[in-house]
T-cell receptor, first 110, second 113 residues
Framework: GQNIDQPTEMTATEGAIVQINCTYQ??????LFWYQQHAGEAPTFLSY????GLEEKGRFSSFLSRSKGYSYLLLKELQMKDSASYLCAAQSGGSYIPTFGRGTSLIVHP | DTAVSQTPKYLVTQMGNDKSIKCEQNLGHDTMYWYKQDSKKFLKIMFSYNNKELIINETVPNRFSPKSPDKAHLNLHINSLELGDSAVYFCASSPTSDRNEQYFGPGTRLTVT
């Protein structure tokens, strides 16, 4: 079966850097996504990794190691508006089925 | 312009009733999805359609029946609603079925009493 693990909650200070880890166990893995979801809102796409390495996009970066079944989302220069849930999703199989983790609730405080 | 829209936004109904949720996307995407997000915020895929054809059907009770009249619409009909069906249902779309960069609708909060 598919299994995605990520921490339930993290806290960080405004202006700091935070790393949210995600480990996955899937058969037929073919890509890893990160989404941001503010309370009461829909998830929004942040990043997609299919090859090993770091993908940088502004203040957000995402890393993937396929051999270790591991990814992280790095958020730099944290802002209060970054307080949200961050969802890791592994895509697998011929139908590219996405399996989501339960999300990491990030709280940014002044 | 709304990219992915769902109606209604809120739905309160009694056990045993039948209800439908509608979804439309104006992004020209080929693939659409239905997700259920429970009270613990766990987002789980229910169905996926690619160009009106069903490609993913996860373990979902057959009381749930998706219908895609065209590739811009994917509706969800639920028969004989149960308390456990209470959740937020998200519709989403992606350009193709092999890349899950998904665009989500605003969600429909279903409460079954």
């Amino acid at each position: 079966g598919q299994n995605i693990d990520q921490p339930t909650e993290m806290t960080a200070t405004e202006g700091a850097i935070v790393q949210i880890n995600c480990t996955y166990q899937t058969s037929g893995f073919n890509g890893l996504f990160w989404y941001q979801q503010h309370a009461g809102e829909a998830p929004t796409f942040l990043s997609y990794n299919v090859l090993d390495g770091l993908e940088e996009k502004g203040r957000f970066s995402s890393f993937l190691s396929r051999s270790k079944g591991y990814s992280y989302l790095l958020l730099k220069e944290l802002q209060m508006k970054d307080s949200a849930s961050y969802l890791c999703a592994a895509q697998s199989g011929g139908s590219y089925i996405p399996t989501f983790g339960r999300g990491t609730s990030l709280i940014v405080h002044p | 312009d709304t990219a992915v829209s769902q109606t209604p936004k809120y739905l309160v109904t009694q056990m045993g009733n039948d209800k439908s949720i509608k979804c439309e996307q104006n992004l020209g995407h080929d693939t659409m999805y239905w997700y259920k997000q429970d009270s613990k915020k766990f987002l789980k895929i229910m169905f996926s359609y690619n160009n009106k054809e069903l490609i993913i059907n996860e373990t979902v009770p057959n009381r749930f029946s998706p219908k895609s009249p065209d590739k811009a619409h994917l509706n969800l009909h639920i028969n004989s609603l149960e308390l456990g069906d209470s959740a937020v249902y998200f519709c989403a779309s992606s350009p193709t079925s092999d890349r899950n960069e998904q665009y989500f609708g605003p969600g429909t909060r279903l409460t079954v009493t």
